[in-house]
């Protein structure tokens, strides 16, 4: 029996619609996928090079562990609601039962955009990527979208079939970017032209240059790790596994993405690191291992196949949390309820994973016959406006957090998983949220005067508003199902 907002009880969903009721998943499986969202190679090859050139921040290292810390916090809260909630639509299940079923929808509706937008716009960056490699090393030139398309397809078959499946190849690819970037920072710290500093990680080295926009920079390396509970229906022991996946994932992404920053810093030289990383760009990394003797082209040429692996692997990962986000949505009603029914062999949200492959066909066709550039356009656009969706959607699950222990007294959970956790770092986020807004010029790479700039965010207000509008449509004309909107596991 579930109970609602108000502490009523509402019915919980037929059995029929339960994801994999084997329960497949255990936390490695879990933290697989939550790492995969973060492409760790993706981040060493293009996120930690961005940071450091556009911003002049040579702090990057602190500011990796600083933003780990505040996800550390969210995710105090965060896992005290994933042990009373196993929905797979994790924030908009946490909103609804925190702030309302109306919010929840509101909530539902920028997950689904923000998600799809990450899943699409790092689709362009795979196209080109993929395409400049097989140019390079045979001389055949793939158009970009094509290479996408293929993609797309594969990873849509993917989700079709069993998580397990997906958990396993995701294995394969992660422990491959791993191996790459680890090779890759011993290499570095090994060969340092002028040593290894500390100065990096000094508050210092973290505040000298455009913070606002370094914060933003390295909040998107930690994109996809709140998808742990989107998995709660599929894992063993969801009450215990998704905290603990969660847990291990910030970690994890925190320390190494901090470690790597400091070795790329090392290899360039700490004086000179943001200068080569503004002249070389996402070619920061192939050109540190190039000149290093110990790694060299061969290495380099490993590399850039592995970055291509890690674009698949958080092509998987977003695509499975959109799929998982359709199913929920349509188990209680909010989309039609067809989309909610499990694959009958699989145990799959099949429905949802056609919808996203649908829709990444439908979006690429349209920006291929635009002309539009893969990366300036398709990933920098979309990425940025996903990265900004789930800020939001952060900063509203830490105030859900608060509301929802508010009402709820009696259940046994510490102060510091109920209030001060979720208190500190709904303030950070809306800290971070606000320097995201104004300086979302400078993430897309355009002059301040420029629409997009306002277009782009406008969407995710959009998508809000007709979330409620939505809701409340339901409220009046569906009764029943609005009853049960994101209450249908809630404990």
């Known amino acids: 029996m579930a109970i609602d ?10 059995l029929a619609t339960a994801l994999a009721p084997e329960r497949r998943i255990g936390v490695t499986g879990i933290v697989f996928f939550v790492v995969a969202a973060s492409a760790p190679l993706t981040v060493a090859a293009g996120g930690i090079p961005q940071s450091l050139g556009v911003t002049g921040i040579l702090g990057i290292p602190l500011l990796y562990l600083l933003i780990g810390v505040v996800l550390a916090l969210f995710s105090a809260g965060y896992a005290a609601m994933s042990r009373r909630i196993t929905g797979a639509g994790a924030f908009y299940a946490y909103t609804a039962q925190g702030l309302g079923r109306t919010a929840g929808v509101g909530a539902a509706f920028v997950a689904l955009l ?94 000298d240059g455009s913070l606002g926009v370094a914060l933003c920079c390295v909040f998107a390396a930690y994109m996809g790790f709140e998808s742990a509970a989107l998995y709660s229906e599929e894992c063993r022991d969801p009450r215990r596994t998704v905290a603990r996946a969660t847990y291990i994932a910030v970690g994890l992404i925190g320390v190494f993405y901090a470690v790597t920053a400091w070795a790329m810093i090392s290899g360039a030289g700490t004086a000179q690191a943001t200068r080569v990383a503004g002249e070389q760009g996402p070619e920061m990394l192939f050109f ?119 009402r709820r007294r009696d259940l046994a959970e510490p102060l510091w998983n109920r209030l001060i956790a979720p208190l500190l770092s709904g303030v950070a986020l809306a800290v971070v949220f606000w320097l995201a807004l104004t300086n979302f010029s400078v993430q897309l790479g355009v002059s301040a005067d420029n629409p997009l700039r306002w277009i782009l965010p406008c969407l995710i207000l959009i998508a809000a508003a007709a979330g409620v509008a939505w809701g409340l449509w339901l409220r009046r004309a569906r009764p029943d199902t609005y009853a049960g909107i994101g209450s249908a596991s809630g404990r």
């Not at 907002?5 to 969903?13: E, I």
């Not at 989309?339 to 492959?357: A, I, N």
């Not at 979309?382 to 608060?402: D, E, K, P, R, Y």
Request: include cysteine.
């Open 288 to 406: 540190l291992s190039d000149r290093s003797g110990g790694l060299g082209p061969v290495f380099s040429d490993f590399a850039q196949l592995f970055l291509i692996t890690s674009l698949l692997a958080a092509l998987l990962s977003f695509h499975n949390a959109v799929a998982r986000y359709v199913r929920s949505l349509g188990r209680e009603g909010v989309l039609p309820r067809a989309l909610g029914v499990p694959h009958p062999r699989y145990g799959s949200p099949h429905r949802g994973s056609l919808l996203q492959t649908a829709l990444t066909f439908t979006v690429i066709a349209v920006f291929a016959l635009a002309g539009r550039d893969p990366v300036m356009d398709v990933f920098t656009w979309l990425t940025n406006l996903g990265a900004l969706g789930v800020i939001l959607l952060l900063l509203t699950t830490s105030a859900a957090v608060i509301a929802y222990f508010a």
């Open 5 to 14: 907002h108000h502490g009523a009880p509402t019915p919980a969903p037929p």
């Open 114 to 207: 923000a998600y799809n937008a990450m899943q699409i716009g790092i689709a362009g960056l795979f196209g080109s990527t993929t395409a400049q490699f097989i140019d390079s090393k045979t001389g055949v030139g793939i158009p970009w979208w094509a290479l996408v398309f293929a993609c797309t397809a594969v990873v849509g078959m993917l989700g079709y079939l069993r998580v397990d499946l997906g958990v396993k190849v995701l294995a394969v690819l992660l422990l491959l970017e791993f191996g790459t970037v680890l090779v890759f920072d011993i290499g570095q710290f090994a060969d340092a032209p002028h040593g290894v500093s500390t100065t990096p990680l000094t508050w210092g080295a973290a505040t």
